[in-house]
């Protein structure tokens, strides 16, 4: 069974990207090589610092979704990856 995940990656503008796959680590070498999506490919390198798998691409797409529309402000997205576990040193950028 593929499993498929949303992710969060920290670009080199201290900005924050959302994105789905269903292969991270293709996803993320992809990115990096200017591959990726067109907001990360400006802003390289990137560096993932949190996903999580999910046994469906609905489930992860909606939480892309929530990360996106729901975590409007760097702020809510923040304290959102805290909670997670994620502490970022540099907290400056607009994403």
């Known amino acids: 069974m ?23 680590d293709k996803r993320v ?8 999506a067109k907001y990360t490919k400006a802003r390289l390198p990137v560096q993932l610092i949190y996903s999580e798998n999910f046994p469906d691409k609905s489930n992860a797409m909606k939480r892309e979704y929530w990360f996106k529309e729901t975590l409007k402000t760097r702020t809510k997205k923040l304290a959102f990856l805290a909670e997670n576990g994620v502490r970022l040193t540099n907290q400056k950028g607009q994403s």
Do not use: I, P, R
């Open 29 to 36: 070498m992809a990115h990096n090589s200017g591959q990726g």
């Open 2 to 24: 593929a499993e498929h995940y949303f992710y969060v990656l920290l670009c080199a503008d201290k900005t924050l990207y959302g994105g789905y796959t269903n292969d991270l």
